[in-house]
């Protein structure tokens, strides 16, 4: 029973994963229309941002969306991210920035600043010492206990020797079930 109710809970999570991804999919295609049309359209800027940065795990990308969108606080800690601070401070400041968002938000969204989070830490890391360090370790393990793996954006890519139009190709680095294929 435990097993079962395990199981049930994996899949409504996969469930919930999904439709956000679908709901941010299509609010980032009708924002794309948008742009087209208004070009500084901050609704617009910040459903791509979300779906850049959460759904497709292209934050290269999505973090200039988000320094345009309407939601002050996602455009100050993307401006914050796109000046890529340099010094350990900075970056462990800027992870406790999206920890802190993120411990607000939910689902797909607070997977996703949580994740950006464990990304500045563990560049801040090799450059820690002292209290700072602790600090940086205790977060880290705190993020990596939270995180949803199924909320994730799939970093899977289509071996390059072996990705032929039309054809099913085997996902390196892919582990989960298939649930999409475009």
Known sequence: ???????????????????????????????????????????AHLAIGKFLCWVAGDWETGLPHLAQSGDETLQQLARQDLAQPS?????????????????????????????????WLE??????TGAAL????????????????????STAKPAASEAKAGEVNRWEAHREAVTCLA
Do not use: C, F, V
């Open 1 to 43: 029973r435990s097993k079962d109710h395990e199981s049930a809970k994996l899949a409504n999570l996969q469930l919930r994963g999904l439709a956000e991804r679908k709901k941010l999919w299509e609010q980032a295609a009708s924002a794309k229309r948008t742009l087209e049309q208004s070009p500084t359209d901050p609704a």
């Open 87 to 119: 010094a350990a401070e900075g970056m462990l400041a800027l992870a406790q920035q999206w920890k802190t968002w993120a411990d607000k938000a939910g689902g797909i969204e607070q997977n996703g600043a949580w994740l950006r989070a464990q990304y």
């Open 123 to 128: 560049k801040a890391l090799p450059k820690l």
């Open 134 to 153: 602790a600090e940086a370790r205790k977060l880290l393990a705190e993020i990596k206990e939270k995180r949803m793996p199924l909320l994730e954006p």
